[in-house]
């Protein structure tokens, strides 16, 4: 499954972006999808995780501001950012990982895309 990443780019302090994971095959049945950041300079940290069954998880410097979603209609997952702040400067990625129905684990990331936050 390839994974793409979408919605990125430049936004001021205070904005709000929404980025979207598409997958080559259906995104619905992956069982983890998250979300990823790799600031300039920094190694890539979690942002956070949406599973099979719509529990989500987000790390404590973005909880109230992004949120993550599954959009069937679209076979996307998204994460919603708002209430951007210059440290949420990163290469966004998304990853998909689980096992699969004959317990073959896998693990997918897309390519990133770009979030700028600057005035």
């Known amino acids: 499954v390839q994974l793409v990443e979408s919605g990125g780019g430049l936004v001021q302090p205070g904005g709000s972006l929404r980025l979207s994971c598409a997958g080559s095959a259906s995104i619905d049945n992956l069982a983890l999808v998250g979300w990823y950041r790799q600031p300039p300079g920094q190694e890539r940290e979690l942002v956070g995780y949406?599973?099979?069954?719509?529990?989500?998880n987000v790390v404590a410097s973005v909880q109230g501001r992004f949120t993550i979603s599954r959009d069937s209609a679209r076979s996307t997952v998204d994460l919603q950012m708002t209430s951007l702040k210059p440290e949420d400067t990163a290469v966004y990625f998304c990853?998909?990982?689980?096992?699969?129905?004959?317990?073959?684990?896998?693990?997918?990331w897309g390519q990133g895309t770009q979030v700028t936050v600057s005035s």
């Open positions: 949406i599973t099979d069954g719509g529990g989500t």
């Open positions: 990853r998909a990982w689980g096992r699969s129905a004959d317990r073959t684990p896998y693990d997918y």
